[in-house]
T-cell receptor, first 109, second 113 residues
Framework: AQRVTQPEKLLSVFKGAPVELKCNYS??????LFWYVQYSRQRLQLLLR??SRESIKGFTADLNKGETSFHLKKPFAQEEDSAMYYC???????????FGTGTSLTVIP | NAGVTQTPKFQVLKTGQSMTLQCAQD?????MYWYRQDPGMGLRLIYY???????DKGEVPNGYNVSRLNKREFSLRLESAAPSQTSVYFC????????????FGPGTRLTVT
């Protein structure tokens, strides 16, 4: 069965510290991987996808096929990064995103 | 553009009552989705519609029905609400079923007592 795990429900870091939000997946085939973010009082929105190898708002995410992980990283956390983050694999042939349980990130001033 | 809109924003139902959650998008997207979000469970797909005139079950369809009224609108109906359906419901849309990005509505918070 398709499965995605975000082991940390809550994560707090100080402003300026590095942050890593973990995501592990269990999928047959090679899924596409995405990170979605929900800021306070805003809608869930796409943050980044692995295939584009982009950096959005200073965040990057590397797909590690050996470890089946897609951790989200930022070298220097900012207060405006406080939000709920969801890892979302999507099978290349399937029709569904499978959202993880989410990690609530708090950046302490 | 309003993007994806949902009504109502909040609703309280008694067990056994029925209601319909409305969703509309103005982005000319072909595909639309309904999710529920429960604490510790993430978002789970209830139903989706690949295109106008088609609907398919997602991960947790029991107790729900959907209607793709036209390209813009996708409604979710609870025929006989149960406390287990207390949740936050999100509608989303994408250009196509294989679309790389889904656009979400603001959510409907439903409580069933």
């Amino acid at each position: 069965a398709q499965r995605v795990t975000q082991p940390e429900k809550l994560l707090s870091v100080f402003k300026g510290a590095p942050v890593e939000l973990k995501c592990n997946y269990s999928y047959s085939g090679s899924p596409e991987l995405f990170w979605y973010v929900q800021y306070s009082r805003q809608r869930l929105q796409l943050l980044l996808r692995h295939i584009s190898r982009e950096s959005i708002k200073g965040f990057t995410a590397d797909l590690n096929k050996g470890e089946t992980s897609f951790h989200l990283k930022k070298p220097f956390a900012q207060e405006e990064d406080s939000a709920m983050y969801y890892c979302a694999p999507k099978t290349r042939t399937g029709n569904q995103f499978y959202f993880g349980t989410g990690t609530s990130l708090t950046v302490i001033p | 553009n309003a993007g994806v809109t949902q009504t109502p924003k909040f609703q309280v139902l008694k067990t056994g009552q029925s209601m319909t959650l409305q969703c509309a998008q103005d982005m000319n997207h072909n595909s639309m989705y309904w999710y529920r979000q429960d604490p510790g469970m993430g978002l789970r797909l209830i139903y989706y519609s690949a295109s106008e005139g088609t609907t398919d079950k997602g991960e947790v369809p029991n107790g729900y029905n959907v209607s793709r009224l036209n390209k813009r609108e996708f409604s979710l109906r609870l025929e006989s609400a149960a406390p287990s359906q207390t949740s936050v419901y999100f509608c989303a849309s994408s250009e196509a079923l294989q679309g790389i990005e889904q656009y979400f509505g603001p959510g409907t918070r439903l409580t069933v007592t």
